[in-house]
């Protein structure tokens, strides 16, 4: 099981990567991001500014995400998560791109309220095969401690 | 065709509502978030702080975001979004629910370095039956302008 405390700041993990197929891209689009972008083939071809289908930003960054909770043991002490900020799509991905994931810990504190609970902040970074960044974001997640109030050294939430 | 022009600073517009069975917070949770809290019925049943399984707040976020993209006319001259920012899960998000997706324009910039495009802010609230806030993100998108420069009194992206 790892818990709060097995999380260090300034720790940067590689996630492995991913890539998606155009009628991945498609299928998630119609599902959850119906914009002409990424599901209106002939629109695209006379109009889209990117000159070719592109993923929807939502479908990389649930690839990422899901790297990311699979990244750790199955067994994690994880209690959900209050938000995610500075989602930033820099660059197209486009069908086929293969993008490699990493993420840092940039931030732990424990929770004051829930003195069995902290909370873990990471940075989530996706990049292409050229090393390009094309998406990142900052997620927070609650994590279980394995011991109660240990390091009140620290800030707390 | 929705321009740029027609998105007002200020305007509100309700996009309607949705809720998750338990089939598909379990699919979608397997696909993309395959955290325990969102797939693990014996371990939810056991440990879970939220008393029964819940949705993952990615699979909240994409059911309102769906509402987004078809709460305005089919054709919206949109051309994507550079990214999201203060995405907040406060309340979980159960099988059943009713969440009530809203939408106001916190601002909008025309694109000095693009003349046809303008990036629009919207706020996306989703509430429950109780009129709780379950989520709530800020997104940005930009979109193509009918007259180019027209409003140039506005400050440039």
């Given at each position: 099981m790892k818990y709060y405390e097995d999380y260090e700041k300034g720790e940067t993990k590689q996630l492995g990567s991913f890539s998606l197929t155009e009628e991945e891209i498609v299928e998630?689009?119609?599902?959850?991001?119906?914009?002409?972008?990424?599901?209106?083939?002939e629109r695209i071809e006379k109009e889209s500014p990117f000159g070719g289908l592109i993923a929807s930003g939502w479908h990389?960054?649930?690839?990422?995400?899901?790297?990311?909770?699979?990244?750790?043991?199955?067994?994690?002490?994880?209690?959900?998560?209050?938000?995610?900020?500075?989602?930033t799509?820099?660059?197209?991905?486009?069908?086929?791109?293969?993008?490699?994931v990493t993420r840092t810990v940039v931030d732990k504190r424990p929770s004051q309220k829930?003195?069995?609970?902290g909370l873990v902040t990471v940075e989530v970074v996706g990049e292409n095969e050229?090393?390009?960044?094309?998406?990142?974001?900052?997620?927070?997640?609650y994590f279980g401690r394995r011991e109660d109030g240990a390091d009140a050294e620290e800030d707390d939430v």
């Open positions: 998630f689009a119609e599902k959850y991001d119906p914009l002409w972008l990424h599901v209106d083939e990389s960054l649930m690839s990422c995400h899901r790297l990311l909770v699979e990244g750790d043991e199955d067994d994690i002490a994880a209690l959900g998560s209050p938000g995610v900020e500075n989602v799509w820099s660059l197209p991905v486009y069908p086929g791109d293969e993008i490699t829930v003195p069995d609970r050229d090393g390009n960044v094309v998406l990142s974001y900052v997620s927070k997640m």
